[in-house]
């Protein structure tokens, strides 16, 4: 039985059946003479043809008990995997809790179903779960509205996360162990001979088993070379073979600045050449780095919760400072991949009518309880207009919440305020805060990537120094500016300025 879970199982575009498990039982069946043949449906539709035996193996099937009264199952599992919950960008949800009174849409018939439905109930929480019949159309009833977020495995969240405007959360359960699911009239013997031969492709690191993960599983970049820089080539190569006729008839000296020129470009090009792959570098690594750090702050928040059983006040505590730091490092990761997009000029900006006044005011919602904490005042003083634009509302809010964390970060006593207002410029933001302020000398460098200034009183702060930078940038792709004025003892201003614009003529 062959469905859509890329890239475990699927059918490539020519219509062949390819994946994972595909390469893996094709690989077996090479090596004893057996003949496959496919048949194509949904998930759904494939276990009720294994259990009325019109197909004999399922692939991408997780054991179960209740599984095990209508299947057989070999030993040898082919892949671990687990569950994880996804959601539009923006969307605010970190953890379980966050999916209160939200729709959930999942697999219709798997067990990530069944385990999420006992997840929630053990928190008490009001979840509506939707199923689907397949990944694909569950990711999009997330990216159409028609539901709060989604549940898949890792394998498809990873392989088509990038240009499903989701966002990975930390919200990860069930660890599971896959297996090539049979009919219950395939015989023992051919279930034995399955485990025999994965176990031999797994003890050899260059069988087909592990070909097919690097295969399916590592991200491949082709690099081509932009139009421009091919143009750009051949003006470079026109004004070498120019430089060379030109030795016939000029003098010393015009050789010689030609010559230079040629060196002056080839710099340049070899300069843009690695800071694109400088960029490529840097997406790739963040990328890596993300799903076991989303790994890791999901299964400590599941221990930390006693869902895997009782932990002492010690054990919560070092628990509780893993999960903290690798929500420090999975922040640090995101605006490093940031940083890489701006650079690599791939940064890519919705185009959506909202209003940043009602933004702005779910995002202060956001971070009040941070001002709260540290018994301090946050206020919105809100324009009396709601004007809607045209811009991209979740870079909008980022630039927002990175400003309101720092204000309320840099602020003991007193508080933060809040103002928007539009004049014939288009719409404007301040956050002023009553904080330690920055010294004239500095305003400027705060706004350079990995700048953090280095003082007496600044020092107790953590950062990265990136989330400035990347505002600034955002706020200038998006037709804008962000700027800063402050005193040192008195506090800071910061004043985002955005075009009033409502369609893509203005």
Do not use: C
Not at 308 to 328: D, I, Y
Not at 357 to 375: F, M, N, T, Y
Not at 384 to 395: F, K, N, P, Q, S
């Amino acid at each position: 039985g062959i469905y859509e879970n890329k890239p475990k199982v699927f059918t490539d575009d020519p219509g062949r059946p390819a994946g994972i498990f595909v390469d893996i039982i094709e690989a077996v069946a090479a090596s004893e003479g057996w003949q496959i043949e496919y048949v194509r449906g949904t998930w759904s539709e494939g276990l009720d043809r294994l259990a009325a035996g019109e197909i004999d193996l399922m692939p991408d099937v997780a054991y179960t008990a209740e599984r095990e009264k209508r299947f057989s199952f070999h030993s040898e599992p082919v892949l671990s995997d687990w569950f994880q919950v996804y959601a539009i960008k923006g969307s605010g949800i970190t953890s379980i809790l966050d999916l209160d009174g939200k729709r959930v849409s999942v697999l219709e018939r798997s067990i990530q179903e069944e385990a999420f439905g006992r997840l929630v109930e053990g928190f008490d929480l009001d979840v509506d779960t939707v199923p689907f019949p397949d990944y694909a159309s569950a990711f999009l009833s997330v990216r159409e509205g028609k539901v709060d977020a989604v549940i898949t495995n890792r394998f498809y969240g990873v392989m088509h996360l990038g240009n499903s405007g989701l966002e990975d959360t930390a919200v990860i359960f069930n660890p599971t162990r896959l297996f090539f699911a049979a009919s219950k009239g395939v015989s023992p013997s051919f279930l034995a001979t399955l485990d025999d031969r994965l176990a031999e492709m797994k003890r050899e690191p260059g069988s087909a088993y592990f070909q097919s993960l690097k295969r399916w599983t590592s991200e491949t970049y082709q690099r081509q070379f932009p139009v421009w820089m091919k143009v750009f080539a051949a003006a470079l190569a026109a004004v070498a073979v120019i430089g060379v006729a030109g030795t016939l008839v000029f003098r010393h000296q015009v050789r010689v600045r030609s010559l230079e020129l040629v060196r002056s470009m080839e710099a340049r090009v070899a300069a843009e050449t690695a800071d694109h792959m400088k960029s490529a570098f840097l997406a790739t690594m963040s990328h890596e780095l993300r799903t076991p750090l989303n790994s890791i702050i999901g299964f400590t928040g599941i221990l930390i919760q006693g869902l895997a059983g009782p932990l002492n006040a010690e054990q919560k505590k070092q628990l509780t400072m893993v999960q903290g730091s690798a929500r420090h490092l999975l922040a640090l990761i995101n605006d490093v991949l940031d940083v890489s997009k701006i650079e690599a000029g791939r940064l890519v900006l919705e185009k959506e009518l909202f209003s940043p006044v009602d933004s702005a005011g779910e995002v202060i919602e956001r971070v009040r309880p941070l001002a709260e904490k540290k018994g301090i005042f946050l206020r919105h003083e809100a324009a009396r207009e709601r004007h809607e634009i045209l811009g991209d509302r979740r870079r909008f809010d980022q630039i927002l919440l990175n400003l309101l964390n720092n204000a309320v970060k840099f602020t003991a006593s007193g508080g933060v305020t809040v103002r928007s207002s539009v004049d014939d410029r288009g719409l404007l933001f301040s956050v002023a805060d009553t904080g330690i302020g920055i010294e004239a000398k500095d305003l400027e460098q705060i706004f350079e990537p990995f700048k953090q200034l280095d003082t007496g009183k600044t020092r107790q702060y953590e950062g990265t120094g990136l989330g400035l930078s990347i505002s600034r940038k955002l706020a200038e792709a998006m037709g804008g500016s962000l700027g800063a004025e402050s005193r040192p003892g008195e506090g800071s201003i910061f004043t985002l300025r955005l075009p009033l614009k409502r369609s893509e003529e203005e």
